[in-house]
T-cell receptor, first 111, second 113 residues
């Protein structure tokens, strides 16, 4: 079945450091790919998405490119802030009735 | 403020008791979902509904039931709670399916003792 694998955390960075959170997927067909973010005590919010190969999703300084050849959708940000501290979830949609989530990666940014 | 409301926000429940988690959305979304979030496992789909009057089973449906009598409400019922159902439960909705953005409630933290 479809699955999403993302790097284990927690990831701890200093403010203004570069961030990469790896995400790879297994799916039949051509899924849509998403990054969701969960701030402390809140539900998940969509951060960015890409619906076809080579699409780049971007939002709030974060970017991710849909790489079909490597089945990857890595999340990147050039300069993180303390306010970026959260749990980040990579997910795919099989165009059906469910989102398949990765296990989540905790990001901690220190000032 | 438009969005999804879940109730209660947290609950401690004795094993064997019945419990209904409530979820209401005011965005007129057709599709609604229930997920459970467990450390190291991400979110797993319990049940979903593509439109009022229809429901379907997700990845981990055993021990849970849902109903969708109208567009706005999607309650999740645990008929006889067990400790393995201790989790954080999230309700979500989307307009036309999960290729579009899913909106999540703030979650219900349930502890079964």
């Amino acid at each position: 079945g479809d699955s999403v694998t993302q790097m284990e955390g927690p990831v701890t960075l200093s403010e203004e450091a570069c961030l990469t959170i790896n995400c790879t997927y297994t799916a039949t067909g051509y899924p849509s790919l998403f990054w969701y973010v969960q701030y402390p005590g809140e539900g998940l919010q969509l951060l960015l998405k890409a619906t076809k190969a080579d699409d780049k999703g971007s939002n709030k300084g974060f970017e991710a490119t849909y790489r079909k050849e490597t089945t990857s959708f890595h999340l990147e940000k050039g300069s993180v802030q303390v306010s970026d501290s959260a749990v980040y979830f990579c997910a795919l949609s099989d165009h059906g009735n469910k989102l398949v989530f990765g296990a989540g990666t905790i990001l901690r940014v220190k000032s | 403020i438009a969005g999804i409301t879940q109730a209660p926000t947290s609950q401690i429940l004795a094993a064997g008791r019945r419990m209904t988690l409530r979820c209401t959305q005011d965005m007129r979304h057709n599709a609604m979902y229930w997920y459970r979030q467990d450390l190291g496992l991400g979110l797993r789909l319990i049940h979903y509904s593509n439109t009022a009057g229809t429901t379907g089973k997700g990845e981990v449906p055993d021990g849970y039931s849902v109903s969708r009598a109208n567009t706005d409400d999607f309650p999740l019922t645990l008929a006889s709670a067990v400790p393995s159902q201790t989790s954080v439960y999230f309700c979500a909705s989307s307009a036309t399916g999960l290729d579009t953005e899913a909106f999540f409630g703030q979650g219900t933290r349930l502890t079964v003792v």
